[in-house]
């Protein structure tokens, strides 16, 4: 399409085996630019592999991946992306303040603009009092901070976050939220592997669902969870005649006393509830429409999508 942004992502066909395991099969993934994308699956389900290609520390066996339009591995395709890795170590003589200013110069920044860059990373990770101590003294949660801290110098455009809360207490996941809204209302794409599905679902407006390298669903979060909507409704007396009406608006789930729970198509469903329990005579004490989970969501995906 003439005119249109390149996604900030994109896979095509993208393959990779180790051996006779096929890690990634056919992936086909588009993110858009300015999101909020999350990537989710099982352990082993080809997550970290296809995070390896987009940064270009990994060759793919087949297809192409691009960032930004731009072939992924390469140096230019690399420019404006922070990355967050699951696991990572830095020097434990060097202080907080002292690596940031490192990473920073790496970056190209001239020193008192790699100085405020710094300064600006370790204070947005809550870190500005630790600042000049030594990693080593550092605990998990620190580090992992620090880590972000990394990450986000240079205003990337693309910030690739691999569990970016692990090792965080509340506190700290609620910053690492925090930190997501900011770079998304910045104008920047966040693409967030995390099992934390909770925090996926808080936060993002795209996501994926990956398991055994093929990609089962991807889409705004929004449409996805609209795909089936559950509604409680509780009313007496729950006679046979009252259960086959509410039945023919939507599936029953399950039923406890004066309570039953039903899948609806959509909202439209819930006028109809209301007027069958009003026709049957009975009282209607509770409506209540409750949305899919993502979790319920991603586990459904999964289930479905296994032989």
Known sequence: MSGAAAPAVEARGLTRRYGSKVALDGVDLAVPPGVVFGFLGPNGAGKSTLVRILLGLLPPDEGEARLFGRPAGRPEAREGVGFLPERFAYPGWMSGRELLEHHARLLGLPPARAREQAALALRRVGLEEAAGRRIRGYSKGMQQRL???????????????????????????LLVRDLILEERRRGATVFLNSHLLGEVERVSDHVAVIDRGRLLRQGALADLLQRRLRVVVEAEPLEPPLLEALGRAGSLLAREGGRVELAVPDREALPVLARAVAEAGARLYRLEPRGETLEEFFVQALEEGRP
């Open 147 to 173: 880590g972000l801290a990394v990450s986000l110098l240079g205003e990337p455009r693309l910030l690739v976050w691999d569990e970016p809360t692990s090792a965080l207490d509340p506190l700290g996941r």
